[in-house]
């Protein structure tokens, strides 16, 4: 059953059905059950549902919510309030960043972490970020992780921004100045990945935590007991 429509008709249905197994008669039995996350849908909203539930017998689940999304559309319900509706938060991409200056000589953890501030907070390209500086399985190797959720009202040219490389070069350019990092940040040492997954996030945001870490990625100590986590708006 289609993604959208699916979870909206669950959420309009006082009543769900559930399957369980029956001892007595050796057979699967189907109950009714209260839906706790049961909430009215608007009037229009009703119709809607209504209409795509009429077509389940002779339509395919593709062209069902394509119907769907396209009534809502119609009748000026958007994504953003089917997400209120259901209750839920949108999904948005997020980028796992890696930052490993070519230090020139010892490195230098607030200049690192001076240097990630001024990227991150330059624009309003991401919505929050938890990050962590770690010196590597040596010892010797000053670098940072970084999970940063993109903001969902520019997440196109935020992610135009990064595939065309130009977080690196706007990372040079705040390193230039800066004594304890400038010279140190090359295209080789900055790698970008996209997080179009909520396993994917959860992954990158647990490999932050040292304990969570798998063999062979482990760092010889730790500078920071735990990431840090850093939000600047809310986006409406």
């Given at each position: 059953?289609?993604f959208m429509?699916?979870k909206c008709?669950?959420?309009a249905s006082?009543?769900i059905?559930?399957k369980?197994?029956?001892?007595?008669?050796?057979?699967i039995?189907?109950?009714?059950?209260?839906n706790?996350?049961?909430?009215p849908?608007?009037?229009?909203?009703?119709?809607?549902?209504k209409?795509?539930?009429d077509?389940?017998?002779?339509?395919?689940?593709a062209r069902?919510?394509?119907?769907f999304?396209?009534?809502?559309?119609?009748?000026?319900?958007?994504?953003d309030d089917?997400y209120e509706?259901?209750?839920e938060e949108?999904f948005?991409?997020?980028?796992?960043?890696?930052?490993s200056?070519?230090?020139k000589?010892?490195?230098d953890?607030?200049?690192l972490?001076r240097l990630?501030d001024?990227?991150?907070r330059?624009?309003?390209?991401?919505?929050?970020?938890?990050?962590?500086?770690?010196?590597?399985?040596d010892g010797?190797?000053i670098?940072?992780?970084?999970?940063?959720?993109?903001?969902?009202?520019?997440?196109k040219?935020?992610i135009?921004h990064?595939?065309?490389?130009?977080?690196?070069?706007?990372?040079?350019?705040?390193?230039?100045?800066d004594?304890g990092?400038?010279?140190?940040v090359?295209?080789?040492?900055v790698?970008?990945t996209i997080?179009?997954?909520?396993?994917?996030?959860k992954?990158?945001?647990?490999y932050?935590?040292?304990?969570l870490k798998?063999?062979?990625?482990k760092n010889?100590?730790?500078i920071?007991?735990?990431?840090?986590?850093v939000s600047?708006?809310?986006v409406?």
């Amino acid at each position: 059953m289609p993604f959208m429509f699916e979870k909206c008709l669950i959420r309009a249905s006082p009543h769900i059905e559930k399957k369980i197994w029956n001892e007595d008669d050796q057979r699967i039995k189907v109950i009714q059950e209260r839906n706790g996350n049961y909430a009215p849908p608007p009037g229009v909203l009703v119709r809607i549902i209504k209409v795509a539930l009429d077509s389940l017998d002779i339509a395919s689940g593709a062209r069902i919510e394509a119907q769907f999304l396209k009534s809502c559309k119609e009748w000026n319900i958007t994504e953003d309030d089917l997400y209120e509706y259901l209750g839920e938060e949108k999904f948005v991409p997020h980028v796992f960043l890696n930052i490993s200056p070519n230090w020139k000589g010892h490195g230098d953890v607030l200049a690192l972490d001076r240097l990630i501030d001024a990227y991150m907070r330059e624009s309003n390209r991401f919505e929050k970020w938890t990050y962590i500086i770690e010196n590597g399985s040596d010892g010797d190797m000053i670098h940072a992780h970084i999970v940063a959720k993109i903001n969902a009202k520019y997440e196109k040219s935020v992610i135009t921004h990064l595939n065309k490389g130009n977080h690196v070069q706007q990372l040079k350019k705040y390193a230039k100045g800066d004594k304890g990092i400038e010279g140190c940040v090359s295209g080789q040492g900055v790698q970008r990945t996209i997080l179009r997954n909520p396993e994917l996030i959860k992954d990158k945001l647990d490999y932050l935590i040292e304990t969570l870490k798998p063999e062979g990625h482990k760092n010889k100590s730790i500078i920071w007991e735990s990431p840090k986590t850093v939000s600047i708006f809310t986006v409406k």
